[in-house]
């Protein structure tokens, strides 16, 4: 079953087609590509395909900016975007950088309490049989490695990543050009 608007790749925006026994709508983005355009939903998709994100169009603007010209991945940003170390202002139109001491403090802190566990079991299990020492060892090091990488994945990380974002924003006041050409 083939049955096509006025021949194979013509398609009109709205309107139905059957191709293999599937219904689909074309929309219109069809038309706007074919006048050089991309509509915005179409770049969030692709931006949100490649990040991971979905934020507003200044944002992105100023996120695919940080990361074509001064070095910041993807991933990178959207652990910071994630954990709301960055986010967006709609009012001051730029971003906000949230990364108080106290986070990295607790990550910190987290670090810290977990490897005086990981010594509290390891210790006193030194001067005993080797299974209980080697067990210790081995439960006491996963539960240290696994706090150790959930701070820094959660916190420290996403963090690092803010102030980076900071420093770059009071240098250079990073903005959107969107935004820019509306003032």
Not at 97 to 123: I, K, M, Q
Not at 133 to 152: D, E, K, N, P, R
Request: with cysteine.
């Amino acid at each position: 079953m083939g049955v096509s608007v006025e021949g194979e790749g013509n398609r009109t925006a709205g309107k139905l087609y059957i191709e293999d026994r599937s219904v689909r709508t074309v929309h219109h983005h069809y038309y706007a590509e074919a006048a050089g355009r991309v509509p915005e939903s179409q770049l969030q998709a692709e931006f949100h395909a490649h990040t991971g994100m979905w934020c507003p169009r200044c944002a992105r603007e100023v996120l695919e900016t940080l990361m074509l010209e001064h070095g910041f991945t993807a991933k990178d940003l959207a652990a910071a975007w994630k954990n709301d170390s960055v986010c967006w202002d709609a009012h001051a139109h730029r971003l906000v950088v949230r990364a108080p001491l106290v986070e990295a403090l607790f990550g910190w802190g987290l670090v810290a309490t977990c490897l005086g566990y990981f010594l509290s079991l390891v210790v006193p299990a030194m001067n005993g049989p080797s299974a209980v020492f080697g067990a210790s060892l081995a439960l006491g090091g996963a539960i240290y490695l696994s706090a150790c990488w959930m701070a820094f994945r959660f916190v420290l990380w996403p963090r690092r990543v803010a102030l980076r974002v900071r420093r770059l924003m009071e240098l250079e006041g990073v903005r959107c050009q969107s935004c820019d050409s509306l003032s």
